[in-house]
């Protein structure tokens, strides 16, 4: 039984990202940080905006009940946009990602009020830490379009990645706005998210705020309401990883290569060799 539950303080929590960027307290700073990932201008994004789709799963009565199609889904005249955060990555979440932005535009066919070529865009931006697959090698920043016999399937279907575990240790300058936020995002805890949010209005603003939500008394009873069903949720990953970890050291035993054991495991060679340094 989990008789005190610590309220994750990092942003690269997906569930604290989740609830934090979806509040309604927090539209501008939502509305900032999309136009910073793509480029939008903010007036574009407040001139179009329609709503914000997300379910707080502090408020379920069970963590995997779901009735939107996405997790949180920003509705844009004729964009849509699915934000996700992952503090665990590995191809079961990009499956889980890709199956999102594809619900979302088929939710679009169901209404039978536009001709399909016409759809709205749908993107998904996904925020990646702990990355255990291999898609992205090693780049801090992917986009993903769904193609059809070598072509894009019109401009509609888009995903987009930002790794976190890349970006923590690149340096920017006060102009890169996307890196300054990204970074934010990753950062461990209120003090390194206050360095970094240095000269920015809106930063220092959403730090206060994630600081007074994460001690106020009512936060705390929510998260402590789902500890041992979270916990478990995590657990199940860690399991999976304890096993992969289990297959390399008997494969390392067995003398197979570090690329062999790459292609069966999908662990990284940085992993492999950090397994290797523990057997010793």
Not at 41 to 65: A, G, R, W
Not at 73 to 96: G, R
Request: glycine share 4%.
């Amino acid at each position: 039984m989990i008789t005190e539950t610590l309220v994750p303080t990092s942003l690269a929590n997906d569930l604290l990202f989740k609830e934090v960027l979806s509040h309604p307290d927090n539209r501008d700073k939502l509305i900032y940080f999309l136009s910073v990932l793509m480029d939008l201008s903010e007036d574009y994004l407040k001139n179009n905006f329609k709503k914000v789709l997300y379910e707080s799963i502090l408020l379920k009565t069970k963590v995997k009940d779901k009735a939107y199609r996405g997790d949180v889904v920003i509705e844009l005249n004729n964009l849509k946009i699915n934000l996700e955060c992952y503090s665990i990555f590995d191809k079961a979440s990009f499956i889980k990602s890709l199956s999102y932005v594809l619900r979302i535009y088929s939710t679009g066919m169901e209404r039978g009020d536009k001709e399909y070529s016409k759809m709205d865009k749908v993107i998904g931006i996904n925020i990646i830490d702990n990355v255990n697959y291999d898609f992205m090698e090693e780049k801090d920043y992917s986009k993903v379009k769904l193609v059809y016999e070598k072509k894009t399937i019109t401009n509609t279907i888009e995903l987009e990645f930002y790794r976190l575990d890349k970006i923590r240790n690149k340096t920017y300058n006060e102009s890169d706005k996307k890196m300054q936020w990204l970074k934010f995002i990753g950062a461990k805890d209120y003090e390194e998210r206050k360095t970094i949010a240095k000269g920015d209005e809106r930063l220092m603003e959403l730090n206060e705020w994630v600081e007074a939500y994460i001690n106020d008394e009512h936060t705390k009873e929510v998260y402590g309401k789902w500890a041992e069903e979270i916990a478990l949720n995590k657990g199940i990953r860690v399991g999976i990883k304890d096993t992969t970890n289990s297959i390399a050291r008997e494969m390392i035993r067995n003398s197979y290569s570090n690329e062999e054991i790459q292609k069966i495991t999908k662990l990284s060679i940085k992993e492999i060799n950090e397994l290797k340094e523990e057997m010793k």
